[in-house]
């Protein structure tokens, strides 16, 4: 049996949560990069020290892929999330080398029921990830639709349904 998931009852704004740590790996740079971003700065050593980037970096793209698998292991698959309608906002403040050490916070905005859905709410988010000296590289706002707890009795009248 598992834990019972987080609900949208469960997402107060101030609610803080815990994202990584996460290694940044050059193997995963130039893999990712290979497939999705190849760019000499996220491909090869020598071209990252020779950009203003200062080393092998990161994809913005890779960095928010990352921040995505941290959230995910935080708090994501955790809970009765369906999905999101979008980004509001997503900076990449400072390069992401191989090597760093990523971590951060998700940090609940808000918390509203949805107009369009009954038992279904939208949870607006901030996450703040920094490196290894504190520096912040990334940060990202938005929304994710999450269910309400289901009502005893709601519970009760959805066994009884056939599909």
């Keep these: 049996m598992s834990a019972e998931k987080l609900s949208?009852?469960?997402?107060?704004?101030?609610?803080?949560?815990?994202?990584?740590?996460?290694?940044?790996?050059?193997?995963?740079?130039?893999?990712f990069a290979s497939e999705f971003d190849p760019q000499p700065m996220h491909l090869d050593e020598a071209a990252g020290r020779a950009s203003i980037l200062g080393?092998?970096?990161?994809?913005?793209?890779?960095?928010?892929a990352m921040l995505m698998r941290m959230m995910a292991d935080s708090?994501?698959?955790?809970?009765?999330c369906e999905g999101a309608p979008g980004i509001d906002l997503m900076e990449w403040r400072k390069p992401v080398?191989?090597?760093?050490?990523?971590q951060g916070?998700?940090?609940?905005?808000?918390?509203r029921p949805m107009r369009s859905r009954a038992g279904m709410g939208i949870v607006k988010f901030r996450h703040e990830v920094e490196?290894?000296?504190?520096e912040l590289v990334?940060?990202?706002e938005n929304s994710v639709m999450i269910?309400?707890?289901?009502?005893?009795?709601?519970?009760?009248?959805?066994?009884?349904r056939s599909a």
């Design 55 to 64: 080393g092998l970096a990161a994809s913005g793209w890779h960095t928010s």
């Design 147 to 160: 269910r309400a707890r289901a009502l005893p009795e709601e519970a009760n009248m959805d066994s009884g």
């Design 105 to 111: 916070r998700s940090i609940v905005l808000e918390t």
């Design 131 to 134: 490196n290894q000296r504190g």
């Design 75 to 80: 708090y994501i698959v955790n809970a009765l």
């Design 97 to 102: 080398l191989a090597g760093d050490m990523l």
């Design 8 to 31: 949208l009852e469960d997402f107060e704004p101030g609610r803080r949560f815990p994202l990584g740590p996460k290694l940044v790996l050059a193997e995963e740079i130039v893999e």
């Design 138 to 140: 990334c940060v990202s």
